[in-house]
């Protein structure tokens, strides 16, 4: 038998997930492993690198290759993508000197953000490295390391992300893909996608950054050593990886100018993709994983997690009854808002419990559940929570709108897609149409396609479009649409009416 399968691997902020696929894009098999979101004081996110990935990994790799059956010398190439930005110290073997400080949801860096671009300059900073730092970048989380604890500075030897940790212990090479690396603020120059001498002076020399590459290059092939601790092939071809929403965008199709994807995880992240770079919108923008192609992306904060939040706290008898019967409580609660009007009876909630990234860029914004009365019920509180998250992802949407992008028909993909509820409150509130594809099982799946990429199995951002199968459509509700216009009014309100009291607490 050839080498006709591929493997991808993605870590996401409370479990990672792989697939084996082959290359017709069929899926072989499937396997997840959970682990927790270390929160070891308000603002902090971080993960543990070996406790949590690399053991998710070779648990992972082990359950694929005795579901599927596959020799591992049968696996042609291997791709991987995590949570950005996860910055990892790492000693000369890879060796993490403290927990993996994560995404935008951990806000310890507000200080060092905003320090670096008085230092730098916003005007400086935004035509060097194309924004201005905030708790999302790269630079901030770096800086955080080096002012608070210098004796892990010290040891640093490499900075890696979350996938490039992964690669590095497949490989031995430290590399970040350009993607990714647009994130690098203020370190990289986004006019070249490399690292900049002087941007660098301000957080640590650019030998410790990994190298900026594309995310479909072959950075290596699997060492003896990982060979030996993973089960999987020496020599087996590694490409570069990405973060999570890129390799995702790829596993529903979404790779050529035009597409759009809202992913539904922990945290919503969109990524509309356009012809050429744009610098006149305040969303985040760069190369994409295929070549040929450009981002316009945004991410809110708290998504999934709030709906983890209001089953966890507000549904214990749910859980309770998944425990006795089986029945899942996620589905049972969710039910309870189907028939919760558009409004939810006056019920309006700032999904702003981790903070909030786009559009509004606050880290000290505070969750709001407003308007409650004895007559409300727990379906009203769901209700609200998903028309609060699409009332934040309308205001993305806006930004998009505002640079000239039609916007109509977005691909869906994610956990929250098997919420029919949640997904028709987006498609009402922003009047989008939304298609959701027959394999959604996210971001491991477009790493395997990346990966076949990378050697070559397919040759353009078509032939992995070919492979897409849409499952169904949601259609905006008109009559809903305009009931919501005046409530986005509302929730955009209480924001602006209640942010000082938010940042007083």
Not at 226 to 254: H, K, M, Q, R, Y
Request: proline share 5%; glycine share 10%; net charge negative.
């Amino acid at each position: 038998m050839g080498k006709d399968y591929l493997f991808g691997f993605d870590c996401g902020t409370y479990e990672s997930k792989g697939v084996i696929c082959d290359t017709d894009g069929v899926i072989a098999a499937t396997a997840t492993s959970p682990h927790k979101l270390i929160t070891p004081q308000p603002g902090f996110a971080e993960h543990d690198p070996i406790n949590d990935w690399w053991r998710d990994f070779k648990k992972i790799t082990k359950e694929l290759l005795e579901k599927s059956g596959i020799k591992p010398e049968n696996i042609a190439a291997i791709g991987t993508s995590a949570i950005m930005a996860a910055i990892t110290a790492v000693d000369e073997n890879c060796n993490p000197l403290r927990n993996a400080i994560l995404y935008g949801i951990d806000t310890r860096s507000e200080k060092q953000a905003a320090e670096l671009n008085r230092l730098i300059g916003e005007e400086k900073m935004r035509e060097i490295s194309g924004a201005v730092c905030t708790v999302e970048s790269y630079g901030p989380k770096m800086k955080w390391i080096k002012d608070n604890e210098p004796e892990i500075f010290a040891k640093t030897r490499h900075f890696t992300i979350a996938s490039g940790f992964l690669t590095a212990k497949l490989t031995g090479n430290y590399c970040v893909d350009r993607y990714s690396a647009v994130s690098a603020q203020p370190m990289v120059d986004y006019r070249t996608m490399t690292w900049n001498d002087e941007m660098c002076s301000y957080v640590c020399p650019k030998e410790m950054l990994p190298e900026i590459v594309g995310t479909t290059d072959v950075i290596g092939q699997v060492t003896k050593e990982a060979a030996a601790e993973t089960g999987l092939a020496f020599g087996t071809p590694v490409i570069a990886g990405t973060t999570d929403a890129g390799a995702e965008a790829v596993s529903v199709g979404v790779v050529e100018p035009g597409d759009i994807m809202i992913m539904y995880g922990s945290t919503i992240f969109m990524i509309m993709l356009t012809p050429s770079l744009r610098k006149d919108t305040p969303l985040w923008s760069g190369p994409f994983v295929l070549d040929g192609a450009f981002t316009l992306a945004c991410g809110m904060a708290t998504t999934g997690s709030l709906t983890r939040w209001l089953r966890d706290n507000f549904a214990k008898d749910l859980l309770e009854k998944e425990e006795k019967t089986g029945a899942i409580a996620y589905d049972e609660l969710f039910n309870e808002a189907e028939h919760i009007p558009a409004g939810s009876d006056g019920v309006i909630v700032l999904p702003y419990f981790l903070g909030e990234r786009m559009p509004i860029m606050d880290p000290q914004a505070k969750g709001v559940i407003f308007g409650l009365n004895l007559r409300h019920t727990r379906g009203h509180i769901v209700k609200a929570a998903f028309e609060g998250i699409s009332c934040g992802i309308d205001q993305n949407l806006d930004y998009a709108r505002a640079s000239g992008l039609t916007l109509e028909t977005a691909t869906a993909v994610g956990g929250g897609t098997k919420s029919p509820v949640w997904l028709q409150t987006v498609s009402d509130v922003c009047n989008i149409t939304q298609r959701v594809p027959e394999v959604t099982i996210g971001a491991s799946y477009g790493d395997a396609l990346l990966a076949g990429y990378g050697i070559g199995v397919f040759k353009s951002a078509s032939d992995i479009k070919k492979l897409i199968k849409i499952k169904y459509h949601t259609e905006p509700n008109m009559e809903n649409y305009k009931k919501y216009e005046s409530l986005k009014g509302h929730f955009a309100s209480i924001y602006e009416k209640t942010k000082d009291i938010m940042h007083a607490l």
